[in-house]
C-alpha cells in the first residue's frame, strides 16, 4: 500500500504545478523536502521493477539455451553419423570428410552448410556442390564432379599422361589432378605443351594455345573421319603450330586461327585421298593453297612438305 500511495501523491503534485489556468504563478515554487524523498522513491522503484523484468529475461534465455543443449547439442540423435553422399565422379566419403572437416559426433544443428559447400568446391574436381539437412540426423552431399576431355601432358616437367599424377582437362579447359586413371580415360587424347607452370587445378589454364589444341581435339573426335581413324595426340609447337597424331599414325598441322575451314579441308582431301585408295601420311593445313599431302604407300613428291614432326610422336 505504501507504493501506490506515495505513487498517487506524487502525481497529485504535478498536476497541480503544470494545472492551466487563466492566472499563473509568476513565481517557480521550489520542491519541497517531501516531494523529493517521493521522487526518489518513485525512481528507485522504477529501477528495481526493470531490474526485476531484465533478471526475468536473462533467466529465460539461459534456461532456453539449457533446454535447446539438452534437447538438441547433447542427444546423439542428432548426431550426424554417416552422411550421404552422392557423385558423378571418383570423390569418396573420407575425401570429403577429410577436405570439410565432418565428424560423425558432431551435431547436425551446429553445421555451418555454407562453409561446407565452400570448402567443396575448393576441390579442384567438383564443379558444382549441394548440401541438404533434414533433421534429426540426415546429411546430404551432391557432388558434380568435372568430367575429363583430354590429358595435359609436359614431359621437360615430368607431368606425364595416364598417370594417376597427372592432369586432366574438362570441356571448358579447367585442370583437375587424376588421382585415379579409370579405364575410360586412356582413350582420351594427350594435349602436349612446352610449359606448364602458369597452370592451377580448380583453374582454366592461363594458355590460349591449349584451350585452342583442346577445341581442336574436341572437333576431331566429333568427326566421322573417311577412312576411320581416332585422334591420340596434339603437340603444341609454338604458336602458329599445332600437330595432331591420330592412331593410324598420319599427322595433320593446323594453324590455331580459321579451325572450320581447314577442318572442311582436310575432309575433303581425305574423302578424295580415301576413294582413290590411298594412306595419308600426313597433310599441312597451314597454307591456304597447294596444301602439301603425303602418303604412306609411295614417297612424297619433291614438293610436298611433311608436317613437322612433335617430340615424341611417332614419325610415319
Not at 74 to 80: H, K, L, P, Q, T
Not at 111 to 129: H, N, Q, T, Y
Not at 147 to 161: K, M, S, Y
Not at 243 to 271: E, G, H, K
Request: hydrophobic residues 45%; contains cysteine.
Amino acid at each position: 500500500m505504501v507504493f501506490p500511495l506515495l505513487k498517487r501523491r506524487d502525481r497529485d503534485n504535478r498536476r497541480f504545478r503544470k494545472r492551466k489556468t487563466e492566472h499563473q504563478l509568476t513565481l517557480e515554487v521550489p520542491l519541497s523536502k517531501k516531494e523529493v524523498v517521493m521522487r526518489r522513491q518513485r525512481m528507485a522503484l522504477q529501477v528495481l521493477r526493470w531490474t526485476v523484468l531484465g533478471g526475468a529475461v536473462v533467466w529465460a534465455v539461459v534456461f532456453a539455451g539449457g533446454l535447446w543443449h539438452r534437447a538438441f547439442n547433447a542427444s546423439g540423435d542428432f548426431a550426424v553419423g554417416q552422411f550421404e553422399l552422392v557423385t558423378n565422379g571418383v570423390i569418396t566419403v573420407p575425401q570429403v570428410a577429410a577436405a570439410t572437416g565432418l565428424r560423425p559426433d558432431q551435431n547436425i544443428t551446429d553445421l555451418d552448410l555454407g562453409e561446407i559447400r565452400s570448402k567443396l568446391m575448393e576441390l579442384p574436381r567438383v564443379s558444382k556442390a549441394e548440401v541438404e539437412r533434414r533433421l534429426p540426423n540426415h546429411l546430404s552431399i551432391r557432388l558434380d564432379e568435372r568430367r575429363p576431355a583430354a590429358w595435359l601432358a609436359c614431359v621437360p616437367q615430368g607431368l606425364r599422361p595416364f598417370d594417376g599424377r597427372g592432369l586432366l582437362l574438362d570441356r571448358e579447359g579447367v585442370a583437375f589432378p587424376c588421382g585415379i586413371v579409370l579405364e575410360e580415360y586412356s582413350s582420351l587424347p594427350v594435349i602436349y605443351c612446352a610449359d606448364v607452370s602458369g597452370v592451377i587445378p580448380g583453374r582454366q589454364v592461363p594458355a590460349e594455345a591449349v584451350r585452342t589444341a583442346l577445341d581442336l581435339a574436341q572437333r576431331m573426335r566429333r568427326k566421322n573421319w573417311s577412312p576411320p581413324m581416332g585422334l591420340e595426340q596434339i603437340h603444341i609447337l609454338n604458336e602458329f603450330t599445332l600437330v595432331a597424331q591420330m592412331d593410324t599414325d598420319a599427322l595433320f598441322t593446323f594453324l590455331p586461327s580459321d579451325l572450320d575451314r581447314q577442318m572442311a579441308r582436310l575432309d575433303a582431301i581425305l574423302q578424295k585421298t580415301g576413294a582413290a585408295g590411298r594412306r595419308v601420311a600426313s597433310v599441312n593445313l597451314q597454307l591456304h593453297k597447294n596444301v602439301p599431302v603425303t602418303f604412306r604407300d609411295s614417297a612424297p613428291s619433291p614438293s610436298a612438305v611433311a608436317a613437322p614432326a612433335a617430340p615424341g610422336s611417332v614419325s610415319p
